[in-house]
Structure formats: structure tokens, C-alpha cells
């Protein structure tokens, strides 16, 4: 239990990664991506999780009464799930882009890419 | 390169990645450890300044210089889609057919709209008490918002959803995030420094000190953005066509 | 107990990620990908982090199944004009 949810990450992002090499198609690419996104967010909160703690709110909680897990991993991942969003929307509107240009969304037909 | 020695070559990097990986896994410290260091000083400083929601406080407060550059990336891509997604000159837009809904969607969608929009707004005003926040709370209002694309159709929704008004709101929050920030410096403190407002009651609405506003300007930023990204692929998936012969 | 919990939710999350790369038709990959972000929703909230389960179901489970349907409309849409 020490360390699975690590390993966990780690093949979600391996996963990611090989669908990214193979795929066939720029939209399931961009996909795989989200994926890639999703295990850095397994990993941080893995990170910052401890045994018997419960969430940092106290909006129902005495101060003090129980160990909280770090809120400050949850920070980061909680910002970078909508920046990511958006993010992929963007490749999303370039695979567009490429679409109309070219006519195709197969990264192996797009001959002018290659070097 | 051709797609045998691609696959070759990711066998092998992904190998040596994947050894890597586990490698590093092994020395993290172990899952659930007891030790925080960063978590229990974040706690404290939240409590001093009477937040209760900690990832708030850590989000809008003790790292708000953070959030600004995750606001400026979201706020970048968001400009990207709208510039990438415009009308072309060789493109026109050609008026989406009234389409037939079945009644219980219709039902069900209208019925859900207002809920999910007020539950959208509820959680953007209580990012500093309860889980929740700008970044949710935006998301949520600004999809409940398509719900009347599902319920309705397509011109029911641009009726409701001019886009240029929230272009205008997204770049607005996104300066009202900066100005709140530069208030600081004027006041003789640092930038986006949490020293301007009185902290209030713990665990009420107003408390925080400059944690609500800038819970609230990220709120709006992220409502309007993700409601212009949508525009913008619903605009190229249901309306604009290209020309004919082009 | 809560450790159960933890470790099934995190098996359910690797087997719909692999499930979500293995879905080679995008259309069909986006509603494999809601069901992933449904999932990560859950072991955020196992993990007690309910701000970001929460942000997550609302993109994971919503925004980027949307977009992507979207894109493929309009891909699908060009290569029929194209046809003509």
C-alpha cells in the first residue's frame, strides 16, 4: 500500500503516453493527452494524502479535533484540472485548424510535418 | 520514420521510463506518511487569517501569484481558441434547422437548467467556507448554461449567450484580478498581499479578507471563458460551413 | 476499510484509462473519458480532496467529453462537404 497509488500514476501515464505515439487520429491524441493530465493529478494527491486525515475545511470541523491531508497539493491540482481544460481546447481548435488545411486529421498523412 | 521503428523506439523509451518511474516511486515518501511539513504551516496561516476552506486560502491567498499565472494561461488559451475558431473568408454561416426535441428531454433539461446554474453560483460564493470555489463553481454555471442548447436548440441558446458580452466579462475579471492585486501595493503592502481587508468572522461569508474577491474574479473569469470556448466550438460545429466550390 | 476503498477506486481509474487509450473512435473515447473523470471524481473524494474532485467532475465528466464531440462533429461534417 506504501507505494501503489504511485505505480498507479505512473502506468496511467505510460498508457497515455503510448496511445499518444499510436494513435491515428489528432483528436483521439488530444485524448490521450487528458490521460497524461490526469495521472499528475493522482500523484499529487497521493502525495499529499495521510492515513485516518480528513478534508481542510472547517467549515464543519473544530480546529485541531482531527489530522487533515495537505491542502496544498490540492491546491495546485484543483487549478491545473480547469487551466488544463482549457488547454486541451485549445489543441482541440488546432486540430480544426489542421483539419480545414489539409483535409485529413491522421498525423501519418500530414506529409509537410515531416522533416 | 517509418511506424516499425516509431514502435521499436517507444518499446524502448517507455521501458526505460517505466524503470525510472518505479525507481522514484519507491524513494517518494511512503503513502498516507504522517509528516506534512508544507500542509500543517499552510493550515496554520489559513486559520490566522480566518478562512476556513484551506485550499481557498491557499489558492487566493497564500499563493494567489500562482493562480494569477494559471489565470494568464487560461486566460491565453482561451484567446487562442477564440482567434483559431473565427469565420474564415471562405466560410459562411449557414442557420441551423430547427430540430425536433423529444419531450422528456426538453423537460428534464429546462427543469435542470436553473439548478445547476444556481448550484454553480452557490459554489463560486462559498469558495472560502465550503469545498468549492471560482475554478468549480465556473465551470458548473457556465455548462448548466448549455443545457438550453439540449432542452431548446441552437438559436435559443445564442439568444441567451451573446458571445461578445462575455469576451468582455472574461477580459474584464481577468483585469479586476490585477487591479485587486496592484490595491495592494498602493496600500503600501506587497502585491495581491491579503493585508487590505479586515478578516471578519470565521467561517461567514465575508471573512478572508481579499480571499471572496478574488474567489469571485476568478469565478467570473472561468464562467465567461469556458461559455466563449463552447461558443466557439459549437459555432464551428452546428453553423459555420464552408463555401461551396472552394 | 478506507484503504479497500482507495485501492479499488484507484484499480477502476487505471482500467478506464486504459480502456480510454484503447478506444481508438474519438467519439467513443470521449464517453470513455466521462466515465474517467466520474472516477477520478471519486478517488479525489476518497483521497479527501472534495475542491478537486469537485472541479473535476465538472470538466473531467462534462467540459472535455463536450469539446471533443464537438470537434468530431465538425471534422465528420468537412469530410462530408468534402465528398461533394
Known amino acids: 500500500m506504501?507505494?501503489?497509488?504511485?505505480?498507479?500514476?505512473?502506468?496511467?501515464?505510460?498508457?497515455?503516453?503510448?496511445?499518444?505515439?499510436?494513435?491515428?487520429?489528432l483528436i483521439h491524441a488530444v485524448g490521450c493527452l487528458a490521460v497524461c493530465q490526469a495521472s499528475t493529478y493522482v500523484l499529487l494527491l497521493a502525495v499529499g494524502y495521510r492515513d485516518n486525515g480528513t478534508a481542510p475545511v472547517f467549515s464543519d470541523l473544530k480546529p485541531g479535533t482531527r489530522p487533515l491531508v495537505d491542502p496544498v497539493v490540492q491546491a495546485l491540482a484543483l487549478t491545473d484540472v480547469v487551466v488544463g481544460a482549457t488547454v486541451t481546447a485549445l489543441l482541440l481548435a488546432l486540430v480544426?485548424?489542421?483539419?480545414?488545411r489539409h483535409g485529413t486529421v491522421d498525423p501519418d498523412e500530414l506529409t509537410e510535418l515531416r522533416g | 520514420m517509418s511506424r516499425r521503428l516509431r514502435l521499436w523506439l517507444l518499446g524502448v523509451g517507455g521501458a526505460g521510463l517505466a524503470a525510472l518511474l518505479v525507481a522514484a516511486c519507491l524513494d517518494v515518501p511512503a503513502f498516507g506518511r504522517r509528516s506534512h511539513p508544507y500542509g500543517e504551516r499552510a493550515v496554520r496561516a489559513s486559520l490566522a487569517r480566518h478562512t476556513a476552506n484551506v485550499v481557498s486560502s491557499v489558492n487566493f491567498d497564500q499563493r494567489a501569484y500562482d493562480t494569477l499565472g494559471e489565470m494568464s494561461i487560461l486566460f491565453a488559451a482561451v484567446l487562442g481558441c477564440v482567434v483559431l475558431l473565427r469565420q474564415a473568408g471562405d466560410e459562411h454561416r449557414a442557420d441551423p434547422r430547427p430540430a425536433e426535441v423529444a419531450l422528456p428531454v426538453r423537460r428534464y433539461a429546462l427543469l435542470v437548467l436553473p439548478v445547476a446554474l444556481v448550484t454553480g453560483l452557490y459554489v463560486i460564493a462559498h469558495g472560502q467556507l465550503s469545498p468549492g470555489g471560482g475554478f468549480q463553481g465556473g465551470v458548473v454555471a457556465a455548462t448548466a448554461l448549455h443545457l438550453l442548447y439540449l432542452g431548446a436548440d441552437y438559436r435559443a441558446l445564442e439568444r441567451v449567450r451573446p458571445t461578445g458580452v462575455f469576451e468582455v466579462t472574461d477580459s474584464l475579471a481577468a483585469c479586476s484580478y490585477l487591479v485587486l492585486g496592484l490595491a495592494g501595493l498602493l496600500a503600501g503592502t506587497a502585491f495581491l498581499a491579503n493585508t487590505l481587508l479586515p478578516y471578519g468572522t470565521f467561517n461567514t461569508l465575508s471573512s478572508g479578507g481579499l480571499v471572496p474577491l478574488l474567489n469571485a474574479a476568478i469565478g467570473m473569469e472561468v464562467a465567461s471563458a469556458v461559455v466563449v470556448l463552447l461558443a466557439g466550438f459549437l459555432d464551428q460545429a452546428v453553423e459555420i460551413e464552408r463555401e461551396k466550390g472552394s | 476499510m478506507a484503504d479497500a476503498v482507495i485501492v479499488v477506486a484507484l484499480l477502476l481509474t487505471a482500467a478506464s484509462a486504459t480502456a480510454a487509450v484503447a478506444t481508438r473512435d474519438p467519439a467513443r473515447q470521449a464517453l470513455v473519458l466521462a466515465v474517467l473523470g466520474l472516477l477520478l471524481g471519486v478517488v479525489f473524494t476518497v483521497l479527501q480532496a472534495p475542491d478537486v474532485g469537485l472541479s473535476q467532475l465538472a470538466v473531467g465528466s462534462a467540459l472535455t467529453p463536450l469539446l471533443i464531440m464537438l470537434s468530431v462533429r465538425k471534422v465528420r461534417r468537412r469530410g462530408k462537404e468534402g465528398d461533394k
Open chain 1, 96 to 100: 480544426l485548424q489542421i483539419a480545414k
Open chain 1, 2 to 25: 506504501n507505494v501503489f497509488p504511485y505505480l498507479v500514476a505512473a502506468w496511467i501515464f505510460l498508457t497515455g503516453c503510448y496511445g499518444l505515439v499510436t494513435s491515428r487520429n
